[in-house]
């Protein structure tokens, strides 16, 4: 999960930012904080922002991959069906041919 790995590590690096202008902004005063504040305030929600899409393309990728598996499950089980019929008529086939041969 790369995408997610690296959106937690953008959320972080989002929050330190936020700490240190919080901080830089208490040493200010109230207008530098204020613009401080709104300007991490736009970084965290542009991270969101981002995080939900990261969200929403994993959702997509894990009902591809849902659709997907289920498709080869379904394939796994016709096969395994074909595979023991195949293998009742070879039975069935050497059976004959060592009859055929003790005779």
């Known amino acids: 999960m ?3 790995d690296e959106s937690v590590a953008r959320l972080g690096k989002a929050v ?7 901080e830089n902004g208490a040493n200010k005063g109230g207008a530098g904080q204020a613009s401080g504040l709104a ?4 970084t965290v929600q542009q991270e969101r922002d981002g995080l939900h899409a990261d969200l929403e393309s994993l959702r997509a990728e894990h009902r591809k991959s ?3 598996l289920r498709d080869a499950q379904e394939n796994y089980a016709a096969m395994q069906v074909v595979s023991e019929a195949v293998a009742g008529r070879l039975d069935g086939a050497i059976g004959e041919l060592k009859i055929l041969l003790k005779e």
């Open 2 to 4: 790369p995408n997610l």
């Open 39 to 42: 300007e991490s305030l736009a």
């Open 66 to 68: 849902g659709a997907a």
């Open 16 to 22: 330190e930012q936020l700490t240190r202008t919080l």
